[in-house]
């Protein structure tokens, strides 16, 4: 990695995805800096307990001076009010304490794949307008206006549903087959891990001089419907497979963005993914 011991990379929001990104980038050797509202340990990371939602409370900010700065919060609720504060005020507030920042170079901001609220058959990828259809989508697009009046490159990456450890909704769902959506879709997603050497890589070459592109769509290589993801995964437990409903609707999304960055994914399709958690709980269980 093409950097210095001055180096110092500011992540704004360290829950899983964020927590994941500051390990990988101490385990490279850069100073990292997270920023959460409650006290937490991460190993080599120094935590500063702030608020995005409170002003006040992100003043320290002012005198880090990063180089680089990753946005990675979520909202608190499923409620318009809970994405303004997260996601537009939030990042207003960060970004105002970066103003005077003379050695900012990028700012990344983790947006998500809910900005395309299109139900077509068509690949969306950057180059499709996002439409939302709903107050989320709208929230996360406002946020990403707020990066157009930055005076350094900034990159939105817009991750779509995001799976692994602790994040295991699918599998106890294809346990419950009772549960399983009355209406199949087409759905996206995309490991943790992978997300978080994703913003790591764009981080190295921000850091060796190369500028990423304004926008990726974050997924891996397979759109792929509910169902044959609860189906495969309940074959894989024991559980009977489920008839599949009518078409799949909703939206299939590319990565040949991402891809042509030279970054490679560790889990590409579901099953990669899946299969490495289910033998991961099964390790677990046996071992309580």
């Not at 707020?146 to 450890?165: D, E, F, K, N, V």
Request: aromatic share 6%.
């Amino acid at each position: 990695m093409a950097s210095s011991v001055a180096t110092k990379i500011l992540i704004i929001g360290c829950g899983d995805l964020g927590t994941a990104v500051a390990q990988q980038l101490v385990q490279s050797g850069v100073y990292t800096i997270g920023v959460r509202r409650s006290a937490v340990v991460i190993d080599g990371v120094l935590i500063i307990q702030a608020d995005v939602t409170q002003p006040d409370t992100l003043e320290s900010l002012r005198a880090i001076q990063p180089e680089i700065v990753v946005y990675c919060v979520a909202a608190e609720a499923q409620m318009d009010a809970a994405y303004k504060a997260a996601y537009v005020d939030g990042l207003r507030h960060v970004l105002a304490t970066q103003i005077s920042n003379p050695n900012l170079k990028h700012v990344f901001f983790v947006s998500s794949t809910r900005v395309y609220g299109q139900n077509t058959d068509t690949l969306l990828d950057e180059s499709i307008l996002a439409t939302p259809a709903d107050f989320g989508g709208e929230r996360l697009l406002e946020a990403e206006s707020l990066l157009q009046s930055l005076a350094c490159p900034a990159t939105t990456l817009r991750l779509s549903g995001i799976y692994g450890p602790r994040r295991l909704r699918m599998i106890n769902l294809a346990q419950s087959p009772e549960r399983w959506p009355h209406q199949n879709s087409w759905s996206n997603r995309i490991h943790r891990d992978d997300a978080a050497a994703f913003i790591v890589f764009l981080i190295q070459q921000v850091l060796a001089g190369i500028t990423p592109q304004a926008c990726y769509v974050v997924t891996d290589s397979q759109p792929v419907t509910q169902y044959e993801v609860l189906n495969w995964i309940a074959a894989k437990l024991g559980v009977a497979p489920q008839t599949i409903p009518a078409a799949a609707e909703g939206k299939r999304l590319s990565n040949q963005a991402m891809l042509a960055t030279g970054f490679q994914l560790q889990y590409p399709t579901y099953q990669a993914g899946y299969q490495a958690l289910l033998l991961n709980e099964l390790t677990v269980n046996a071992i309580s």
